[in-house]
Nanobody, 120 residues
Framework: QLQLVESGGGAVQAGDSLRLSCLAS????????MGWFRQAPGKQRELVAV???????IYANAVKGRSTISRDNAKKMVYLQMNSLKPEDTAVYSC??????????????WGQGTQVIVSS
């Protein structure tokens, strides 16, 4: 099992920045692909960014160029730096983990989420 706890959400103005953090505990953190997802009210959950065990990254087009995902394996942390926030970034942001040896390639471990509200 891997437990995930997010922090860093809040209410900000358009154009502001936020850094979301996710602390992992349990299994070997470096064995997990980590992702940030978000879900806005009335919408499906969507992928925001992924960072693989080798540090390579993937971003959703909606946040590409404005966000940076990073990880610190020693601290068992994954971060999402979001800049130039827009009202459409308002959502609950959750971090998730995918074990590299899981043949399903599913994100099976999830945090409880942290709310981000961006006002215009």
């Amino acid at each position: 099992q891997l437990q995930l706890v997010e922090s860093g959400g809040g209410a900000v103005q358009a154009g502001d920045s936020l850094r979301l953090s996710c602390l992992a505990s349990g299994r070997t953190f470096s064995d997990f692909v980590m992702g940030w997802f978000r879900q806005a009210p009335g919408k499906q959950r969507e992928l925001v960014a992924v960072i693989r065990v080798d540090g390579s990254t993937i971003y959703a087009n909606a946040v590409k160029g404005r966000s940076t995902i990073s990880r610190d394996n020693a601290k068992k942390m994954v971060y999402l730096q979001m800049n130039s926030l827009k009202p459409e970034d308002t959502a609950v942001y959750s971090c998730a983990a995918q074990w590299i040896s899981d043949p399903s390639h599913m994100f099976r471990f999830w945090g409880q989420g942290t709310q981000v509200i961006v006002s215009s």
